[in-house]
């Protein structure tokens, strides 16, 4: 797959001597759904604003569709649309004028058929003659996304999308950011909902005190790090763990009612161990262990983010 932004050894130092960023290496593929995570101040939008030409990189450099964002900052700035948390003016403008006038600034001709399917997939078609001021807020977010759409973006970073907006936007939101990658737009988004980089993404990074500490497939950080437990209600209590199941590390509960196995999800059902739910069920069997009910626990994308975290330097 080819890349559409290359991030290299990037790193930025504000005045105030505060390094957000360090070193920071990155390739996004054409087409993918990226989100960026990391805590407050882990420099999520100060590596977007960089990205999008918005503050100078103390060193390293990017390049987007192969634009460098310094040298040839034109070319690489209108292959991106970036969404805002917040809209900072209220405009007497209408939406339709705002959004067209987007299109303009970056030198694209007028073309009212392709604004009209952006208002429509952004349901603000019956809005466009409204006045920006006379929105709601969600309104108000939709046409920040039509605005950052408006010249045909090739990468659309959308900065915190489900900041204070309600299900429905939300929800809204993902089904055209999800539209929008099936019709060839690369998407990178920053956000703290880890449901929402858990529902949406292909990709992941995580990003803390300004380092890069991963980037990895979705899936495959929910397997390599995804634990389950599977816990057993047993049908009489246990006053200890027979040896027989040993390896499979079972923890007790203190009144012996419960036992919990933790394991790591693998495709094939069986860890390197040879340990498998199967077989220890059926070792439990041998051992005339009865239960009342079973059931499985997940780790979230949530509980890895917050392990990965914990452990950064
Ligand atoms: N203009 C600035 N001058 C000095 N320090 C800044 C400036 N902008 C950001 N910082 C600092 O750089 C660090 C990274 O900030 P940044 O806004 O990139 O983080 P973030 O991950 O986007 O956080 P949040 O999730 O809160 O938006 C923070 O410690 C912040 O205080």
Same mark, same amino acid.
């Given at each position: 797959m080819t890349s559409v932004i290359t991030v290299s050894h990037l790193g930025k130092t504000y005045a105030t001597g505060h390094a957000a960023l360090k070193e920071v290496s990155l390739d996004i593929r054409r087409g993918e759904i990226f989100a960026l995570l990391g805590p407050n101040g882990a420099g999520k939008t100060t590596l977007i604003s960089i990205i999008c030409g918005l503050v100078n990189a103390t060193s390293g450099t990017v390049t987007v569709a192969g634009h460098d964002i310094v040298t040839d900052y034109r070319a690489a700035r209108s292959r991106i649309g970036l969404v805002p948390q917040e809209l900072t003016t209220d405009s007497f403008e209408s939406v339709w004028a705002t959004v067209s006038f987007s299109r303009g600034l970056f030198g694209r001709r007028a073309s009212p058929a392709y604004i009209e399917k952006v208002l429509k997939s952004l349901?603000?078609?019956?809005?466009?003659?409204?006045?920006?001021?006379?929105?709601? %807020?969600?309104?108000?977010?939709?046409?920040?996304?039509?605005?950052?759409?408006?010249? &045909?973006? /090739?990468?659309?970073?959308?900065? #915190?999308?489900?900041?204070?907006?309600?299900? /429905?936007?939300? =929800?809204?939101?993902?089904?055209?950011?999800? #539209?929008? =990658?099936? %019709?060839?737009?690369?998407? @990178?988004?920053?956000?703290?909902?880890?449901? +929402?980089?858990? /529902?949406?993404?292909?990709?992941?990074?995580?990003?803390?005190?300004? +380092?890069?500490?991963?980037? #990895? /497939?979705?899936?495959?950080?929910?397997?390599?790090?995804?634990?389950?437990?599977?816990? @057993? +209600?047993? $049908?009489?209590?246990?006053?200890?763990?027979?040896?027989?199941?040993?390896?499979? $590390?079972? $923890?007790?509960?203190?009144?012996? $009612?419960?036992?919990?196995?933790?394991?790591?999800?693998?495709?094939? %059902? &069986?860890?390197?161990?040879? =340990?498998?739910?199967?077989?220890?069920?059926?070792?439990?069997? =041998? &051992?005339? @262990?009865?239960f009342k009910d079973l059931h499985t626990e997940q780790s979230s994308l949530e509980d890895i983010f917050v392990s990965l975290v914990r452990r950064a330097p």
């Open positions: 349901s603000l078609w019956d809005k466009k003659d409204a006045k920006i001021m006379t929105l709601s %807020g969600g309104m108000k977010r939709r046409v920040l996304i039509a605005k950052a759409l408006a010249h &045909e973006p /090739e990468v659309l970073f959308l900065d #915190e999308p489900s900041a204070g907006v309600d299900v /429905e936007l939300r =929800r809204d939101m993902w089904r055209l950011v999800r #539209e929008l =990658r099936d %019709g060839g737009v690369t998407i @990178i988004l920053t956000t703290h909902y880890l449901e +929402e980089a858990e /529902e949406m993404a292909d990709r992941v990074g995580v990003i803390a005190k300004g +380092e890069l500490i991963l980037v #990895e /497939e979705k899936a495959t950080l929910m397997t390599k790090l995804g634990k389950k437990q599977l816990t @057993i +209600e047993l $049908a009489t209590p246990l006053p200890a763990v027979p040896e027989a199941l040993g390896p499979y $590390a079972l $923890a007790r509960s203190p009144d012996g $009612a419960c036992l919990t196995y933790s394991y790591t999800a693998t495709t094939t %059902g &069986e860890d390197d161990a040879g =340990r498998s739910i199967a077989g220890l069920l059926a070792a439990l069997d =041998r &051992e005339g @262990i009865a």
